[in-house]
């Protein structure tokens, strides 16, 4: 029996006109490295989203479902396309700029990309890989950049306030279906070639929900949401759609990411929430406890992208006062999967250990986990197997590029349709996650697995180590055993031997690595979560400097 | 192009299925007028929601889209068969326990109810109806009661806890087409038949992930959500259903909806946000000004179902540290229409003035004013137009009955499918709904409206009035002028001399009321508001006492 309830899509073009009526006030601040930074109202964003779409279609030509790249760092133009481009029922495909040159490429080809949109100073990225991008006919230049390097493109050229210029501030939204395409992209997978990832209209609008409810971000429009993580980052793990949701005002950091100008726009703009992956709150933390700042208005810090390391959990809050909240989610799951709110009751030491948990799922994940032998285990806190999710929000395959088929690969897709997330872990009856290892970097010691990411906690947690990681490598007795490479604090005479009799009172004995290495830094993959293939390689490769301890 | 994600429906089973896993150690808390509360974990629910289920089709023989009654106070079983029924994919009929005799008979005949659940201490109110209800099949007794009445019921009569006990406490939940029915309210509508409204699974959750967010109700898992408002009113606002949703426990009530019982609950159970209409909340707030009681759990207390007098909110906060939260709706959107949370960055006086408003919608609610002649007035503050609105969670049309086609009465559907409120107001540039009045309650004086519920709020901020209901009455020379008709405090020796110079201090002249009436208590419809109805049918048959002033 059908209900009398209407019949509405959950489109983005509904959060556009809902963000720029009634909250029209609020605003999207753009840091611009000057004296005063840009703003424009959430009113004016709709305007000009308006007339970027009369511009995409009326005279670039661009048709419903075809794909418009913006390669972009996270400012208001990014804002208007985020909106402008789904709602005119064409998708949205952002860009990663800091992939290797051949894979941005190679993205691009695969979605096919029609016009791309892309900031003046990040032209020297992009028209070095014009020749090889037929599909691309438009490239829309966005702020001050020297173009001469696009002089010879085949593609045509446009200054994106001038192809907005005088073009009408309404735009008559199609009623899309909700299941359509709004939003392309793709992992940056360590192993293989990208995979693209189509978020519907129905999927980022249910996603901008879950965001704004109290067990997540709980944005409201009195707050100010700073999204340091990048806007072609799993969209920015959905702030920018929740805000115009809520009607909370966004202060965008542009490229502007480097610590010092990141607390000198907590401390002028006074955001109140922010989110960012550890290596950038890890360099803010020790911008501030060398430079006193009063950033006293950022009541919460989002971490995600990888394991937080507990001391910087409490280095924001036992210094700065201010709250971490960790999460957990991918590409693949728009990404929030979990997020850690500890329950109430419960006192000050519990209270840290539910904080470095991932969290719990929100009501529209549905979550197993399946061991070795493709059992679905309990949630006992203890049993650890590999985390797959179901939800309406979750990719169930990924883009084929236009002609081809949807891929759904086994490694990534149960046979029933949930996502392998490729996570290891553990979760307690109360539904908290703890996320120990990627399934492919758990250490396999002897038939017995040891979790790197526990391993790495514990190594920064000491005052002479900056930053950890932990991978597996050969061993001919065990199968596999842990390599442990630190990063150094500026001063730290900390040996090995010491080191490991610090590991020593935190785990078990047969865990404790033989096999120590100093490392300048932790190699990252583009999105600063710690690349560990690279560390494998230069194991294997002998380029690090190995010691063994007896 | 069809996106890459999940397609999961969105159904009243996952609320159930994630609340009773993830947040299983939340709890329902019923209040049973003795020293201990009954205290049911969400996990219990999860499981006794499963053998309703279980009863209801094994042994009642419900089939998928049947549906099944509720005459039930707010209890942890109500909340069982709120959850159960719809997941198992028949529809859940909450029967408003306050309505006359012969209006929920014909309700239960028009929805066919096959299945009747009773509280034990209600059985005297629908044992006389049974032999008018030729549907109903089975009569389920929950808690105790005298069941004599139903002794010679043609139903079969069952108890609660016999029927349920040694079942399976698994069900495998249907996956239900989103936009199936799930749930079935009649509005209590002042003229003519009620009318149904059937909510699907996809409305209840796209409202419940609504009323989470910051920017409406923001529950949490450290909640304890207080739902004085009946199950039986509009979802209980949503409350249920969302905390499920988000983990928060729930206080219910039962039947100890008086004062002295509510302020003692609050007092001891410490729930952290609450919800109920206004005469209510004025019962309570005369309780803990004549008791002291420490209430300062309760962060916040929604207040819905008609306007809100300035001086109730302005009391809580006030004297009692409560922040009152203004909300709008009704049967017909689920209810979640409005909600006032002032903007940042206004000064006390303003926030007071924007926390009077019904406040703003959320991003699934569109909103538009229609003027008199039907045009699309704008959102300027002043201009005042009927409400209408559209959105996922919002009625398009009413239910049938079993064979009957949808109805959609032109009074309240717009040619283009949106709900008409028929509620007067005004939304500001910056999105905040004032109601003004009902569209019939409006008083035609002369060519000018005047609102009733100015008048009404004015008269209700004096301290010698306890209440006023102000209505229109013909007027040979006006058309129509309104009519005073007010509830004095204990003691008051106000005139309608002296009432009316205070009015006189606030509105214009014209429209002040020249017809004034003392009444000993404003007549109530059966979910508690005013009913102005009863008023100007007394005042027609000349049963109120009417000074006139020159």
Not at 361 to 380: C, M
């Given at each position: 029996?059908?209900?009398?309830?209407?019949?509405?899509?959950?489109?983005?073009?509904?959060?556009?006109?809902?963000?720029?009526?009634?909250?029209?006030?609020?605003?999207?601040?753009?840091?611009?490295?000057?004296?005063?930074?840009?703003?424009?109202?959430?009113?004016?964003?709709?305007?000009?989203?308006?007339?970027?779409?009369?511009?995409?279609?009326?005279?670039?030509?661009?048709?419903?479902?075809?794909?418009?790249?913006?390669?972009?760092?996270?400012?208001?133009?990014?804002?208007?396309?985020?909106?402008?481009?789904?709602?005119?029922?064409?998708v949205l495909h952002t860009l990663n700029l800091r992939l290797p040159a051949e894979q941005l490429a190679w993205i691009i080809n695969h979605a096919e990309d029609r016009v791309v949109l892309v900031n003046g100073t990040l032209i020297p990225l992009l028209a070095p890989l014009l020749p090889q991008l037929p599909t691309v006919a438009h490239v829309v230049v966005v702020g001050p950049g020297d173009r001469t390097p696009l002089a010879d493109a085949h593609a045509q050229v446009h200054d994106y306030e001038e192809l907005l210029a005088g073009r009408a501030e309404r735009y008559d939204w199609p009623?899309?279906?909700?299941?359509?395409?709004?939003?392309?992209?793709?992992?940056?997978?360590?192993?293989?070639?990208?995979?693209?990832?189509?978020?519907?209209?129905?999927?980022?609008?249910?996603?901008?929900?879950?965001?704004?409810?109290?067990?997540?971000?709980?944005?409201?429009?009195?707050?100010?949401?700073?999204?340091?993580?990048?806007?072609?980052?799993?969209?920015?793990?959905?702030?920018p759609h929740a805000a115009f949701m809520a009607g909370a005002s966004l202060l965008m950091p542009d490229r502007f990411l480097q610590p010092a100008p990141l607390a000198e726009m907590i401390e002028t703009i006074r955001p109140t929430i922010g989110a960012a992956v550890p290596t950038i709150w890890q360099g803010l933390l020790a911008e501030l406890d060398a430079h006193k700042r009063d950033v006293a208005c950022l009541h919460t810090v989002v971490i995600g992208g990888s394991a937080c390391p507990p001391a910087l959990m409490r280095g924001f809050q036992e210094r700065h006062g201010i709250r971490v909240v960790h999460a957990w989610g991918m590409t693949e799951t728009?990404?929030?999967?979990?997020?850690?709110?500890?329950?109430?009751?419960?006192?000050?030491?519990?209270?840290?250990?539910?904080?470095?948990?991932?969290?719990?799922?929100?009501?529209?994940?549905?979550?197993?986990?399946?061991?070795?032998?493709?059992?679905?285990?309990?949630?006992?806190?203890?049993?650890?197997?590999?985390?797959?999710v179901r939800g309406p929000w979750i990719a169930g395959a990924y883009y084929g590029g236009a002609q081809g088929a949807l891929l759904r690969p086994e490694d990534k897709f149960s046979p029933d349709g949930w996502l392998r997330t490729g996570d290891v872990g553990t979760i307690t009856p109360d539904g908290y996650l703890t996320l120990t290892d990627r399934a492919k970097d758990v250490i396999k010691s002897g038939g017995e697995w040891i979790s790197s990411v526990e391993l790495e906690n514990h190594l920064m947690?000491?005052?002479?180590?900056?930053?950890?990681?932990?991978?597996?490598?050969?061993?001919?007795?065990?199968?596999?055993?842990?390599?442990?490479?630190?990063?150094?604090?500026?001063?730290?005479?900390?040996?090995?031997?010491?080191?490991?009799?610090?590991?020593?009172?935190?785990?078990?004995?047969?865990?404790?690595?033989?096999?120590?290495?100093?490392?300048?830094?932790?190699?990252?993959?583009?999105?600063?979560?710690?690349?560990?293939?690279?560390?494998?390689?230069?194991?294997?490769?002998?380029?690090?400097?190995?010691?063994?301890?007896?």
């Open positions: 029996m059908l209900s009398t309830m209407q019949d509405v899509p959950l489109t983005v073009s509904r959060i556009l006109t809902h963000g720029s009526t009634v909250h029209g006030k609020a605003q999207v601040i753009t840091w611009t490295g000057e004296a005063e930074p840009h703003r424009r109202t959430f009113a004016e964003i709709g305007r000009r989203a308006a007339q970027l779409a009369h511009a995409l279609h009326d005279t670039l030509g661009v048709a419903a479902e075809e794909r418009v790249g913006t390669l972009m760092w996270n400012n208001s133009e990014h804002m208007e396309a985020y909106l402008g481009i789904p709602s005119m029922g064409a009623e899309i279906d909700e299941r359509e395409a709004a939003a392309l992209c793709y992992t940056s997978g360590t192993t293989g070639e990208p995979k693209g990832v189509l978020y519907s209209h129905r999927s980022l609008y249910l996603h901008s929900l879950q965001v704004n409810t109290a067990e997540a971000f709980a944005l409201g429009s009195r707050d100010i949401a700073l999204p340091v993580v990048p806007m072609f980052h799993v969209n920015a793990w959905g702030l728009s990404p929030l999967g979990c997020v850690s709110h500890p329950p109430a009751g419960v006192d000050d030491e519990e209270e840290w250990a539910y904080r470095a948990t991932q969290g719990r799922f929100p009501a529209s994940v549905e979550a197993r986990l399946i061991g070795p032998a493709g059992e679905e285990l309990p949630w006992d806190g203890t049993a650890a197997g590999e985390l797959e947690a000491h005052p002479g180590v900056a930053e950890a990681a932990v991978v597996a490598v050969p061993d001919e007795k065990w199968g596999e055993r842990p390599l442990a490479t630190v990063v150094l604090t500026d001063g730290s005479a900390i040996t090995y031997e010491e080191l490991r009799a610090f590991l020593g009172e935190r785990i078990a004995r047969w865990q404790l690595p033989e096999r120590w290495a100093v490392i300048p830094s932790v190699p990252k993959t583009s999105v600063g979560k710690f690349d560990k293939k690279v560390l494998r390689r230069q194991y294997a490769d002998g380029e690090l400097d190995v010691t063994l301890l007896s």
